[in-house]
């Protein structure tokens, strides 16, 4: 069963500051996804990726699958962007459906 | 845009007690699911449904829990006797593909009491 732990737990930055989540897991995945959990709690897909790097307008997502690692930045960061940003990979490795969530990090970006 | 949507958006039930907790998915989607997040927790899946029949379930999905699609639009989740344990926020999403993004509901937020 796939383990998927999140760096930093918490962060704090201000407004223009590039910001850098990382994400591992220890079991081989088709693909590794990255949501954005708002301060309501509603929850929103950012990223689906199974290679190399993705990017929708300032958010980057990067993935190397030999080392089992993810990262997400976030460029020229906006008191907006904060809410927490969770990382989920397959349970199994294979399956999409049976998601493996990360605890979050929690960002929070001052004006 | 074409949305998740969910009812009730908070639903007050008391231990012992049956709920059902709504989900309409994205009308053109195939694949359904069930997430919890018990409060201050990580998000954790529960099941995952399509044509009719549940594809994969978590350790969590017992019993007491059941899947449906009663009919062309709605996905519901029902907990046949609640426990304190069951409070938590339910999230519905759904996918076009298995291996499609997942759109996600707002959420239902469960309180047992």
């Known amino acids: 069963k796939n383990e998927v732990e999140q760096s930093p737990q918490n962060l704090t930055a201000q407004e223009g500051e590039f910001i850098t989540i990382n994400c591992s897991y220890s079991?081989?995945?088709?693909?590794l996804h990255w949501l954005q959990q708002h301060p309501g709690g509603g929850i929103v897909s950012l990223f689906m990726?199974?290679?190399g790097k993705k990017k929708h307008g300032r958010l980057i997502a990067t993935i190397n699958i030999q080392e089992k690692h993810s990262s997400l930045h976030i460029t020229a960061s906006h008191p907006r962007d904060s809410a927490v940003y969770i990382c989920?990979?397959?349970?199994?490795?294979?399956?999409?459906?049976?998601?493996?969530f990360g605890k979050g990090t929690k960002l929070s970006v001052k004006p | 845009e074409p949305e998740v949507t969910q009812t009730p958006s908070h639903q007050v039930t008391q231990m012992g007690q049956e709920v059902i907790l709504r989900c309409v998915p994205i009308s053109n989607h195939l694949y359904f699911y069930w997430y919890r997040q018990i409060l201050g927790q990580k998000v954790e899946f529960l099941v995952s449904?399509?044509?009719?029949?549940?594809?994969?379930k978590s350790e969590i999905f017992d019993d007491q829990f059941s899947v449906e699609r009663p009919d062309g639009s709605n996905f519901t989740l029902k907990i046949r006797s609640t426990k304190l344990e069951d409070s938590a926020m339910y999230f519905c999403?759904?996918?076009?593909?298995?291996?499609?993004?997942?759109?996600f509901g707002p959420g239902t937020r469960l309180t047992v009491l």
């Open positions: 990726l199974s290679s």
């Open positions: 079991v081989g995945i088709s693909a």
């Open positions: 999403a759904s996918s076009v593909g298995y291996s499609d993004t997942q759109y």
């Open positions: 449904f399509y044509n009719n029949e549940i594809s994969e």
């Open positions: 989920a990979a397959p349970g199994d490795g294979g399956s999409q459906g049976n998601l493996i």
